[in-house]
């Protein structure tokens, strides 16, 4: 299993990222997934989840402000991030859902908002 996050850096508050996760190694087209991120001196935790389907759903911390999406073709994963807050500074992380069938986390992409 391979998943390589990419596409954080340091933004303004009120800015946007995109985040791109590439797969393998396992079937992705019939696993749900999610992106994740562990922000400093805090747990991780998923904060948007895409079904093999394409449904989504989202923590209440970025609903409206995140949009996660995926390409079954390219083994894919995105993550549209709008509005960001200082808040939402962490590390992301992708892997399939729900955690427990999550492995091999890599590095993830560091996103870090300033104030």
């Known amino acids: 299993v391979q998943l390589q996050a990419s596409g954080g850096g340091l933004v303004q508050a009120g800015g946007s990222l995109g985040l791109s996760c590439a797969a393998s190694?396992?079937?992705?087209?019939?696993?749900?997934m999610a992106w994740y991120r562990q922000g400093p001196g805090k747990r991780r935790g998923s904060v948007a989840i895409?079904?093999?389907?394409?449904?989504?759903n989202y923590a209440d911390s970025v609903r409206g402000r995140f949009t996660i999406s995926r390409d079954n073709a390219n083994k894919m994963v995105f993550l549209q991030m709008n509005r960001l807050k200082p808040e939402d500074t962490a590390v992301y992380y992708c892997?399939?859902?729900?955690?427990?069938?999550?492995?091999?986390w890599g590095q993830g992409t560091q996103v870090t908002v300033s104030s």
């Open positions: 190694g396992f079937f992705f087209g019939t696993s749900d």
């Open positions: 892997n399939r859902f729900p955690e427990i069938w999550a492995s091999d």
């Open positions: 895409i079904t093999s389907g394409g449904t989504s």
